[in-house]
Structures are given as structure tokens and as C-alpha cells.
């Protein structure tokens, strides 16, 4: 059987032609023998129809508010395209079938839009460019880099795995974070509502008794009036305190400080910490075994860390290394990082095998993060319904105690 074909060589270039071969998966085998990726491969009478864009397969480009995309959707879209290719579907294909079974319709949309580009001559890592709300920075860099390295099946590979556990180390963190902000919420409301719908009743029933109450139920009461009474200056200021939090955390000085404060704090901040080194070691190593730059490398990972504090050791890393200086000096200097970065760091640059000892040290910090989830989800599930109760057991006990007196007081015939 002759196939016509269109690929891209492992220098970037597009290349067309013929080959014979018995079938599909042998005519891509032997091209990429010759060092050519298929974009698209077809038998030659199908050819003409197989480069005609199906109509209406170029979408409008849609405008996305925040990440459109979940990132377990896109952990399950790389690790797809990694797995289509290493079957010996060609690219255009696997962008089709990815795009036809994605639950994200965000993400569907930029599919199927990159398939008409790659049609049209584009290479992967232009079409996802062209779609910077789905597909981050170390995503393109990467499939650029394995264009160019003609590795790309490896990087892709390399690109699900670096998805998968990103997404499972913050799910870990996540799922230990939530428990505490779920009570929280709950003793809050519950607080509230006693405060402001319960406790007035009570108090109407004290002043007809002139009863002298004890200290905590006077307490109660005062902060009964004043969300009762006051209700609107408690909104305002809790406007004013977001609206002045979000401003703050927009300059750059304010959300260094912010996350500075938020890893000194104790057991949630250390467990913030091991994340955030998890993922910052994971993304340098995923880039550096994938030959992007080092410097690039670094600048990438700066722009795309959630931390304020490791993004400003990021950029002065890219800085020192402009200067010669090693890599791992501002990780020593810094006191956020533990002594165990910096060495590793240091041994890798001293053997030549950074991109190894930074994958450690990934290993290291993700297995502490999932340690410490598990421990503290279950620490945190008897400590927040001790608190939860605490709460309203203050709030319950401050009404019954002035009851006592009260029946007391109508025993003894004192309350005419």
C-alpha cells in the first residue's frame, strides 16, 4: 500500500512525501526510523478529502475567566496523548479522538481547534500556544522541546506523569484543608444563628424577671445586640477587611508577605512548605531531563509556582546563574527552605546530575506531604468537633446558668 504523509523532521521542518509499507503502523514506524514524526498519514486516494478541515473545525477563540480547564481533566488529556502516540496514532488523529471524549468543553474547544492548525502546517507547541487559558508555559516549552530534541513521545510521557502527580499532591493538601474550612463554616453559621435568633428571646425573658445575670451570659448578650442592632457596620467592615485583603495580596509586597506568614504558620504552613518545594523540585526537574535551558528553566517554573517566596529565590537563581554564581546558594541563604534543598541542589550540580537529584528531592517532599495530610486530617476531625462544641456549648451554658437563678429565685418567692 502507498501512504501519503506530511511530518516534521527532528529539525523542525515540515516534510511531505510517499511511502509503501503493508499498513499504517509500519508506514510510521519506518518514517520515524528516518527521523520524521507523522502529522498525518493516508492512503493516497484518501489524501485530498484527509487535508480538507471538516467545516466549522476552526472555532472562535472563546474568552475564559480564571482556569477553564480542571486540572484532573488535564492530567487525563496528556496522559491520553502520550498513550495515543505511543500507539502510532498520528498527531491530527489524537488531537480528534481527545477532543471528541473530553469532559471539559473548554478544553475539547482548543482540541479541536489545534487540529485544523496542525493540518495547516503549524507544530504542536504552536497550536497549544495559541491557547494560553488551557495550556500553561511548562506545557509548550516542553512540547517544543521535544520537537526540536525529536523526542516527543518521552516528553509527553514525561509530561503525564509530571500532571498526575501535581494533581494528586494537590488533592493531598486540599482534601486536608478542607475538613477545617467545612467546620469552620458550619460553627460560624451555627453561631450566628443562635446569636441573632435564639438569644434575643432569652434576654426579653431576663429583663421581665430582673434577673442578675452571671459575667459570661452578659458577654453573650452584648454580642447578641450588636450583631442584632448593628448588623450593618459588621458587613461593612467584613467588606471593607476582603476588599482590603484582596488590594493588599494583588502588590507584589503584600502577597510576599502574605504567603511568608501563611508558611510560619504552625502545621498548616509546614505542610504549605512541603508542597510548594514538591512541586517547584518536580517542574525543574521535569524541565531540565526534558533539555529545556536552565535559565529558561528557571523562569518558567518563577512565572508559574503559586508562592510568592520561592518565586522571588526562582528569579534570584536566574540572576546568579547570569552571573556565574551556582544554583544553589539563594536555597541555602533563604530561611523558608529546610538545609536539605540546598544540599541536594549543590550535590547536583557538583555530579552533573541535577535533574536526578531534584526528581529526589520531589519524591522526598510529595511523600512528606501525603504523610503529613493523612495525619493531620485525622488530628484535625476530633480537634474541630471539640471546637464546634465548645462554641456552642459557651453559647447554650450562658442561658442555662441565669435559668438556675431564676427558678431559684421564684422557690424562694423573691420574684413577686
Not at 487540529?115 to 502546517?121: C, H, L, M, T, Y
Not at 556565574?324 to 534543598?341: K, T
Not at 471539640?386 to 423573691?414: D, E, H, K, N, R
Request: glycine residues 8%; contains cysteine; hydrophobic residues 45%.
Amino acid at each position: 500500500m502507498r501512504f501519503a504523509y506530511r511530518g516534521m523532521t527532528v529539525e523542525g521542518r515540515t516534510r511531505r512525501g510517499t511511502i509503501d509499507a503493508e499498513d499504517r503502523r509500519v508506514a510510521i514506524e519506518m518514517l520515524r526510523g528516518q527521523g520524521v514524526y507523522v502529522i498525518e498519514l493516508a492512503e493516497t486516494q484518501r489524501w485530498r478529502r484527509v487535508l480538507q478541515p471538516s467545516e466549522g473545525s476552526v472555532l472562535a477563540r472563546e474568552i475564559y475567566i480564571g482556569n477553564p480547564v480542571k486540572p484532573r481533566d488535564f492530567a487525563v488529556m496528556v496522559r491520553q496523548l502520550a498513550t495515543l502516540l505511543k500507539a502510532g496514532v498520528v498527531i491530527t488523529d489524537a488531537l480528534q479522538i481527545l477532543s471528541k471524549q473530553s469532559e471539559s468543553k473548554a478544553l475539547r474547544n482548543a482540541l479541536a481547534t489545534m487540529v485544523s492548525r496542525v493540518q495547516s502546517g503549524a507544530q504542536l507547541s504552536q497550536a497549544a500556544a495559541e491557547h494560553p487559558k488551557i495550556f500553561p508555559p511548562v506545557f509548550i516549552n516542553m512540547l517544543r522541546a521535544g520537537e526540536v530534541s525529536g523526542n516527543l513521545e518521552d516528553i509527553l510521557e514525561r509530561l503525564a506523569q509530571f500532571h498526575e502527580r501535581e494533581y494528586y499532591t494537590r488533592q493531598k493538601v486540599r482534601s486536608a484543608l478542607t475538613y477545617p474550612v467545612v467546620v469552620g463554616i458550619i460553627a460560624i453559621t451555627v453561631t450566628v444563628f443562635l446569636l441573632v435568633r435564639v438569644i434575643p428571646t432569652f434576654v426579653t425573658l431576663f429583663e421581665g424577671y430582673h434577673v442578675e445575670l452571671p459575667l459570661p451570659t452578659r458577654i453573650v448578650i452584648g454580642v447578641s445586640n450588636a450583631l442584632v442592632h448593628g448588623w450593618y457596620a459588621w458587613l461593612a467592615l467584613l467588606v471593607l477587611l476582603i476588599g482590603g485583603y484582596q488590594w493588599a495580596v494583588r502588590q507584589p509586597r503584600g502577597r510576599y508577605l502574605r504567603d511568608w506568614l501563611w508558611m510560619k504558620v504552625p502545621v498548616f504552613g509546614s505542610l504549605t512548605q512541603k508542597s510548594v518545594i514538591a512541586r517547584m523540585s518536580r517542574t525543574l526537574a521535569t524541565l531540565f531531563s526534558s533539555g529545556v535551558p536552565i535559565l529558561q528553566a528557571l523562569r518558567l517554573v518563577a512565572d508559574v509556582v503559586d508562592n510568592a517566596v520561592v518565586r522571588r529565590v526562582l528569579q534570584e537563581c536566574a540572576e546568579r546563574l547570569t552571573g556565574g554564581q551556582s544554583l544553589a546558594e539563594p536555597f541555602s541563604d533563604h530561611r523558608v527552605f529546610p538545609p536539605l534543598v540546598g544540599h541536594m541542589i549543590r550535590v547536583g550540580e557538583d555530579t552533573g546530575q541535577l535533574d536526578g537529584m531534584l526528581s529526589k528531592l520531589a519524591d522526598f517532599y510529595e511523600a512528606e506531604t501525603d504523610v503529613m495530610a493523612d495525619q493531620l486530617k485525622s488530628l484535625l476531625e476530633p480537634l474541630m468537633v471539640l471546637f464546634l462544641a465548645c462554641i456552642v456549648g459557651t453559647i447554650v451554658a450562658s442561658v442555662i446558668l441565669p435559668m438556675f437563678t431564676l427558678y431559684q429565685s421564684l422557690g424562694s418567692g423573691s420574684i413577686g
